[in-house]
């Protein structure tokens, strides 16, 4: 399947693993203008409506370098965002609006420092620890074609896919969450 990585149009809908959407590096962008801020306007729809904190583009079928979240009220976005420092650890339970009902116990540094443009076309730089430096963390590697699944050893993924095949035999409201060390 070919993928366009020019276009900013959208569905709105949160593509699910599996989608091959979700596997391809996104495309840098060269240009801040009103196609990006509407698209920055959709992600911000679809993630509240999921709900989430954070959305990057192609999970909603958008192969551009831009992520939007939302953590204590304070709505932002990033574009062509790059981790250029990190630091120390933090396993904490991570969860995926394109792995929906599906937490897992991750590893990842518990600081970053952030580099991109806002939707302002500013040069922006964020240090972050812990929640936030998470959501950095998992919205960037979504830019590179790079889900949870893909972070763990050969056993862990196997266990983690086995037990997300049989999520449709669990009663809705209960998640699955995973033990991986």
């Not at 939302?70 to 932002?76: E, K, L, S």
């Not at 922006?124 to 590179?144: G, K, P, S, T, Y």
């Amino acid at each position: 399947m070919a993928i366009d990585e020019s276009t900013t149009d959208t569905d709105g809908q949160i593509r699910v693993f599996g989608d091959p959407v979700l596997e391809v590096v996104a495309a840098r962008i060269d240009n801040v203008d009103g196609k990006l801020i509407s698209l920055a306007e959709d992600m911000f729809r679809a993630m509240y409506e999921a709900p989430g904190l954070g959305l990057a583009a192609p999970q909603i079928g958008v192969q551009r370098q831009i992520f939007v979240w939302d953590i204590d009220d304070n709505p932002q976005g990033i574009i062509n965002p790059e981790i250029v420092e990190s630091s120390g650890e933090w396993v904490y339970d991570e969860g995926c609006l394109s792995i929906p009902g599906m937490y897992v116990e991750m590893l990842r540094p518990r600081r970053v420092l952030v580099r991109g443009i806002s939707l302002d076309g500013d040069e922006v730089q964020f240090e972050a620890d812990e929640l936030l430096a998470r959501l950095f963390q998992h919205e960037i590697d979504h830019l590179n074609g790079v889900l949870m699944f893909d972070r763990m050893t050969p056993d862990q993924r196997e266990a983690a896919l086995k037990a997300y095949e049989t999520r449709d035999l669990r009663p809705s409201a209960e998640p699955i969450h995973l033990r991986l060390s």
